[in-house]
């Protein structure tokens, strides 16, 4: 990665690994990896140097659930560890992903991997009682009930697609293996904080331990742009820009906002939580860390422009 434009972090949302359909094979996602990531090495080859954050609900919430329903045969795993092996799968197919769009765009090879990670969380975040975060498949109101009578679940409206798992979704506070990172940075293009980060806590002793929970993404990248002192975090979502108002006739898409506008923004209450929501905090998180820091929230699609300033939302301070 020569003559380096900037260091960014890549924050991957749902529609970068799934298809419209939802379709959850191993198969689908793989299609639709391999997609994205041409769209990825795109920024790659503009040089910007990258790492990529993705989330995992919809496949830690699937691996729970197949581990779970398995478990008169063989034993259930943790949730922690079913984090751990979304990460890994996901990974695995966007080092596919980008192998294949490296060689086909960039003609040369870029070493691409995952680092297993894990993120130290407070036991005393208050997320902990509250749990917010879609995991898994849709269900009907119906099974929804069922499902909280019978397994213990608590069950959540998500978005008007119909009724979710959630889970606790506490904050990320450190990142445990971010050394590494750090030492490969210049070198390797790094799939890590999957999901979050696999989240644990902190022993008295300096041990840690996996707890069951499913950090925000788009905050692990904030926490990881942060740490690296990347020049932009970039919010990959569905969406070329963040709106006011949206999906009203008043809807107005936003550009170029600075940490304090976006903030009242939120008091207005003019993100949905759970979704655009933390994209935003994020944002005005890093934005406000250091000056010159960029955050810009758009598509994959339009992710160079968006960095070239032609559009995008982008929030300073
Ligand atoms: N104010 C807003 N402006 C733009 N999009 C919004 C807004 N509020 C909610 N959204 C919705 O939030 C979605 C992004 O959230 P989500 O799909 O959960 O993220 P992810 O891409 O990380 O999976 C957008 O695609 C859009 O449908
Ligand atoms: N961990 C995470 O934020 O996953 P989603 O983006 O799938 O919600």
Redesign the pocket.
């Known amino acids: 990665m020569n003559m380096c434009k900037g260091k960014i972090v890549i924050?991957l949302?749902?529609?970068?690994l799934q298809s419209e359909k939802n379709e959850a094979t191993a198969e689908a996602q793989l299609a639709v990896v391999k997609k994205t990531c041409e769209y990825i090495v795109g920024i790659v080859q503009e040089d910007y140097e990258i790492a990529i954050v993705h989330?995992n609900g919809p496949q830690v919430g699937r691996i729970v659930l197949a581990s779970e329903i398995a478990s008169n045969i063989t034993p259930a795993m943790p949730f922690d560890v079913c984090g751990a092996m979304s990460q890994g799968y996901i990974g695995y197919h966007i080092q596919q992903g980008m192998k294949a769009a490296l060689k086909k765009i960039v003609g040369r090879e870029i070493p691409v991997i995952t680092v297993v990670t894990q993120m130290v969380v407070s036991q005393d975040d208050p997320a902990f009682s509250n749990p917010s975060k879609p995991i898994g498949p849709f269900y009907s109101a119906e099974e929804a009930r069922l499902l909280e009578k019978e397994k213990g679940y608590v069950m959540k409206e998500d978005a008007g697609r119909g009724f979710r798992r959630v889970v606790p979704s506490p904050k990320p506070v450190r990142i445990v293996e971010l050394d590494t990172i750090k030492r490969l940075w210049d070198s390797t293009i790094m799939i890590t904080a999957g999901g979050g980060g696999i989240p644990v806590i902190e022993k008295p002793d300096g041990a840690l331990e996996g707890v069951a929970a499913v950090i925000d993404?788009?905050f692990a990248a904030e926490l990881l742009a942060e740490e690296v002192e990347a020049d932009a975090l970039v919010v990959?979502?569905?969406?070329e820009?963040?709106?006011?108002h949206?999906?009203t006739p008043d809807q107005r898409e936003l550009d170029r906002i600075t940490a304090a506008e976006a903030e009242a923004y939120i008091a207005e209450g003019?993100?949905?939580p759970?979704?655009?929501l933390p994209?935003v905090q994020a944002a005005v998180k890093f934005a406000k860390a250091k000056p010159g820091n960029k955050a810009i929230i758009t598509s994959l699609f339009k992710a160079i422009d968006a960095l070239e300033g032609k559009t995008g939302t982008v929030i300073t301070q």
């Open positions: 924050a949302g749902g529609n970068a989330g993404k788009d990959l979502t569905a969406v820009k963040v709106s006011l949206y999906n003019h993100f949905a759970g979704s655009m994209k």
